[in-house]
């Protein structure tokens, strides 16, 4: 595997099997770059740009970000472990088998997105804005979700048992996902209210 630097990261890059590993990579544009059998390991992104990029077959740990772009992304059969990034704005993108485990993200929005296998484990999220998204097989494992914004939403074989949540936003998005009895008692006030129940103490 080759050892990569900053200036590799430019638009319309074709990176394949290359290491970043403890390099700050703020601010550097690769937009609509192909990301192949890489590895990112301890760097800073704040301020990177991969709108439009292919992440394949990748690999990031211990990644650091206040803000990082990459909107109509391509991610797939990608593991991000222990990230700690403030706005990760992914929407209008296509998740295929990616999974997330360990770390802090404060906003990741997949607003209309297509996304299918992710698993995300031990996370916490601030926000998880999934609103007019198509998910499949979400995962969500001992995370804690601040808030979960599944307007108008379409989710299939969603698991979100192991999701503590905090808010919810889109409740009529939530078909097609399974909730724990817990967690359904927590929602019924969101529930009566959007089906127009009128609840008579």
Known sequence: M????AYD??????LDAMRFAGLDLSGRDASRARILECEVDDCDLDGTVLDGARVLDTSW???RAGALRAPSSTWRDATLTDLRVGAFTAFASTWTRVTVTGGK???LDLRESSVEELRLENVTLGDLDLSHARVKRLV???CDVRRLDTTQARLVECDLRGARLRVLEG???LGGAKVTRDQLL???P???QHVGLVVDD
């Open 105 to 107: 993200i404060d906003y």
């Open 190 to 192: 969101l529930l009566a």
């Open 171 to 173: 409740v009529g998005g």
């Open 9 to 14: 990261l430019e638009p319309d890059a074709d």
């Open 186 to 188: 927590d929602l019924a």
């Open 2 to 5: 080759l050892s990569g630097d």
């Open 61 to 63: 740990t211990a990644v």
């Open 140 to 142: 969500v494992v001992d």
